[in-house]
């Protein structure tokens, strides 16, 4: 009795009408079980003309990685026909199988139907056993015999995905019958994504961030080998520049401090064991930048520029990352002025922050009128405000009287003339004139 881990997929593709290299595909679920799988499908190529509509590739995502080249393809069939694919993963790498169906022009159909994931080896097709990890020092070599249970002949393909942890390494071997192995038709293939290579070089882990800090966790598992490490350094540079240091380490955590805020950092790990050829290349690195830091302080400096009836020009001094503490950062000013017996509070963002001689315009505001101004400085982690600013809008032109207020009463000799004052003076009212 099967052991279904799933089943029920299906995907027909009728190539009529499609251009060349258009493309569909069909994802099975994420399979993360520490154990082996078999994935059964029936599939289908075939035209009248009896050229290819298309190709039907099969892919293996490990871990939604790449995607890789295909591990089995076909182009043409005729008849329903059927394959397996014996995929063999190990905690905690998990994988996807991908279906891809490209069409070549051509009118057709390209069909997968009654797509199983098993829960227990192919029957036809061997599976990868899993290997041991190995450690060699630089320059050495290591040897490892990677079998699959099953039967097989020499046509069939087996497949094993291999990442580079370490560079210029160089992989080469060569494929070995056993004889009580049964020849049997080309049936399917066999995936194994389950060796790891380990040299004495290590990928530190990221324990915590700060703004001058960082905690790494060193890999304890490099210390488990042929022979004992030794010494434990980590290497750590800025990712632009040329600055970096290199600190002995003698526990699996690690502390580097003193480092800018919001500044991107490699760290790598020099591990070193006894004999020739024992200290590892640093590396790989491991790329993090640390938090932003609160300013500093806020902008200093605050004068007026430029004084109208409806707008005020501001500056104030420059400032950059040694105050900022962070290249991410924003400038608003923030005012607050009485209009209508009601207070306002307004705030914009000054663009003008990078120029040598910074300023800001607020414009639309009400002649005569005290504003209150400061500058807002804010990163992601804080802010800081500059000292406040009250500064008079100058006099404007007033409104007109209003109409209906003019009330007049005439005399033998004169006439008496009585009416309101405009509803914006927009400054001392010094003169009427009749």
């Not at 190539?15 to 493309?23: E, L, P």
């Not at 199983?116 to 450690?135: A, D, I, M």
């Not at 955590?253 to 790990?269: A, C, F, N, R, W």
């Not at 307004?346 to 414009?363: A, G, K, L, Y």
């Amino acid at each position: 009795i099967d052991h279904f881990v799933f089943a029920g997929s299906f995907m027909l593709v009728n190539t009529s009408g499609r251009f060349s290299g258009q493309k569909a595909h069909l994802l099975m679920p994420h399979l993360k079980e520490n154990d082996t799988h078999c994935i059964d499908f029936h599939y289908y190529v075939s035209s009248k003309s009896g050229a290819s509509p298309g190709t039907l590739n099969v892919y293996v995502k490990v871990n939604d990685g790449p995607i890789g080249n295909p591990v089995w393809n076909t182009s043409i069939t005729g008849t329903w026909s059927r394959a397996e694919l014996a995929i063999s993963t190990f905690w905690p790498n998990f994988y996807q199988v991908v279906f891809e169906v490209v069409t070549s022009g051509l009118s057709g159909y390209v069909a997968i139907d009654e797509v199983k994931v098993l829960g227990h080896p192919c029957t036809k097709t061997p599976h990868f056993l899993r290997l041991q990890s190995v450690e060699v020092n630089a320059g050495q070599f290591a040897t490892f015999q990677c079998t699959a249970n099953g039967g097989t002949d020499s046509s069939d393909r087996l497949w094993l995905q291999v990442i580079y942890l370490f560079p210029n390494a160089l992989i080469s071997g060569e494929r070995r019958e056993s004889e009580r192995n049964v020849n049997l038709k080309n049936y399917g293939l066999s995936i194994s994504s389950i060796l790891d290579f380990i040299l004495p070089l290590n990928c530190s882990l990221l324990s915590s961030v700060g703004a001058t800090y960082l905690w790494i966790q060193l890999n304890a598992n490099s210390i488990n080998g042929d022979g004992p490490i030794i010494q434990r350094e980590v290497e750590y540079r800025t990712s632009s520049g040329s600055w970096y240091d290199i600190q002995p380490v003698d526990s699996t955590s690690y502390k580097i401090g003193h480092l800018d805020p919001d500044t991107e950092y490699e760290i790598s790990v020099l591990l070193t064991r006894p004999g020739e050829g024992g200290t590892g290349s640093p590396g790989p690195a491991l790329k993090t930048r640390t938090k932003c830091a609160d300013p500093m302080r806020g902008p200093r400096r605050l004068e007026v520029v430029e004084i109208k009836s409806r707008q005020i020009t501001i500056c104030w001094e420059p400032f950059g990352y040694n105050v900022t503490r962070c290249h991410r950062y924003n400038l608003t000013v923030h005012y607050r002025y009485q209009a209508g017996g009601q207070e306002q509070v307004r705030e914009e963002v000054s663009w003008d922050t990078e120029s040598s001689h910074p300023q800001h315009t607020i414009t639309n505001l009400s002649p005569y009128t005290n504003v209150s101004i400061k500058l807002v400085l804010m990163n992601p982690e804080g802010r800081k405000d500059s000292q406040e600013l009250v500064v008079q809008t100058d006099e404007d032109v007033p409104s007109a009287v209003p109409l209906e207020s003019i009330q007049g009463s005439t005399f033998e000799e004169k006439i008496f003339l009585q009416w309101r004052e405009p509803a914006q003076t927009y400054g001392v009212i010094t003169l009427y004139e009749v």
